[in-house]
């Protein structure tokens, strides 16, 4: 019997070395973590320019990793069965268009540091992850940042965080062919107890907000809706290039050159839909910069409730990329009491949050998890997540 309640299973440096023992024998030279994340608020906005908001979580991507001589790497992860958990790369041969699988998130930081005439060596990497992958919490930027640190430290590159960050984000896009934009990888780089970071995703700023809503008796529920997904290639770059259509229908650089004031004056120089995205990106942007200033006010955070159904409302009905069983959860979320609640990710499926009282989390994920398969779709898995630190060396 599993209560509503079901936080993935706790993973430290010791699986790491279990896994790379098992996979090379003798010892790593040390032991990275990289965490996922989810976003409070700001959804595909960090293509257009805009702020975004998240937390790092306590949960994450842990890495044994060993320098190697040779231009090779060899690389085991956990979270994948049988032979294709294991590849070995010869990083000279890696460009875009490789067909490297999973491997890609790992390589590709590889490539990209060679890209920008860093030294690269190879290496033994052995990892396992305890975030869900394909449900929004960046398992992939967990990879390709504890990667990215691993091996920065190892052949001493000296990069600062935004760099560090960028690899990783060089590495989604180019190599594994994920278009992401760079809020997954800073949120992994940049986390910090019990804070949440705004992010100006074009002067790539981040600036450290105190978010420890157990001060205020609240938790962050996060549920995992296991919704399938599907079309989420093609619906980003759908959405991709609508926003570059209406900046330049717009005549602004990108679509955080908008001003939200007279906003709906301004979109009516759109046709119906590309006003309608536009108005998504304008509006969820401005909401990150209203959600900021309550938190840095140090307003009661159960404040920002609104702001959060505001935005879900928007990447429903505006934005187009919410579907039916992350609706419902949003909805039964609410009505079970929550203060607010959103869709979190680049939509299709994925996670919603919701912010509710501490002695609420269970009953409302009960709520959400009947809701769910009352309506046909798969059952939810839910936990709450207080903000964790960035990437880092654990040990060695
Ligand atoms: P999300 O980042 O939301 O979890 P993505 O589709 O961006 O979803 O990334 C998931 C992909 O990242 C997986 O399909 C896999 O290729 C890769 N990945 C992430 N974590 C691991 C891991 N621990 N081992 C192997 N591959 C991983
Ligand atoms: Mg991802």
């Not at 299973?9 to 965490?35: K, M, N, Q, T």
């Not at 306590?58 to 190697?68: F, H, L, N, Y």
């Not at 919704?227 to 900046?247: F, I, N, T």
């Not at 650089?253 to 006003?275: G, H, Y």
Request: glycine share 10%; hydrophobic share 40%; charged share 20%.
């Amino acid at each position: 019997m599993t209560g509503p309640l079901q936080p993935p299973r706790a993973i430290d440096e010791s699986d790491a070395l279990e896994v790379f023992h098992r996979a090379y024998g003798g010892e790593p030279d040390g032991v990275w973590w990289a965490p996922g994340r989810v976003n409070i608020i700001g959804e595909h906005t960090d293509y257009n320019g805009g702020f975004v908001l998240p937390i790092a979580l306590p949960i994450g991507t842990v890495a044994a990793v060993r320098r190697r001589e040779d231009r090779s790497l060899r690389v085991r992860s956990a979270n994948v069965k049988g032979r294709k958990g294991s590849r070995k790369i010869d990083l000279t041969t890696v460009h875009p268009g490789s067909d490297l699988g999973w491997a890609a998130y790992v390589a590709g930081v590889g490539w990209a540091a060679a890209e920008r005439g860093l030294p690269v060596q190879g290496l033994d990497i052995a990892l396992r992850s305890n975030v869900p992958s394909g449900s929004g919490l960046s398992s992939s930027a967990a990879l390709s940042c504890v990667t990215a640190k691993a091996w920065a430290d190892l052949q001493g590159w000296s990069l600062d965080d935004p760099t560090i960050a960028a690899l990783g984000r060089d590495a989604e896009n180019e190599i594994a062919g994920a278009p992401t934009g760079v809020m997954d990888q800073l949120a992994s780089v940049c986390g910090r107890a019990g804070h949440a970071m705004q992010i100006d995703t074009r002067s790539v700023d981040v600036a450290q907000i105190p978010f420890a809503l157990g001060t205020f008796g609240l938790s962050l529920l996060v549920i995992d809706s296991r919704a399938p997904h599907s079309l989420v290639d093609g619906e980003y770059a759908e959405r991709r290039q609508s926003c570059e259509e209406a900046a330049l229908r717009l005549a602004v650089k990108e679509l955080r050159d908008v001003p939200v004031e007279a906003l709906d004056t301004t979109l009516t120089k759109l046709p119906e839909l590309l006003a309608r995205r536009a108005r998504h990106v304008i509006t969820d942007s401005h909401r990150v910069e209203l959600v900021a200033e309550m938190l840095r006010s140090g307003d009661d955070p159960r404040r920002i409730g609104t702001l959060l159904n505001d935005s879900h409302t928007s990447m429903r009905d505006d934005f187009e990329i919410t579907v039916p069983a992350v609706d419902t959860i949003q909805e039964a979320a609410i009505a079970a009491g929550a203060h607010g609640a959103r869709m979190t990710g680049g939509g299709f499926g994925g996670c919603v949050i919701a912010l509710v009282e501490q002695d609420a989390a269970g009953p409302i994920a009960t709520a959400c998890a009947a809701a769910a398969t009352r309506a046909g779709h798969a059952e939810p898995v839910a936990f709450t997540a207080k903000p964790a630190d960035g990437a880092r060396r654990l040990s060695l």
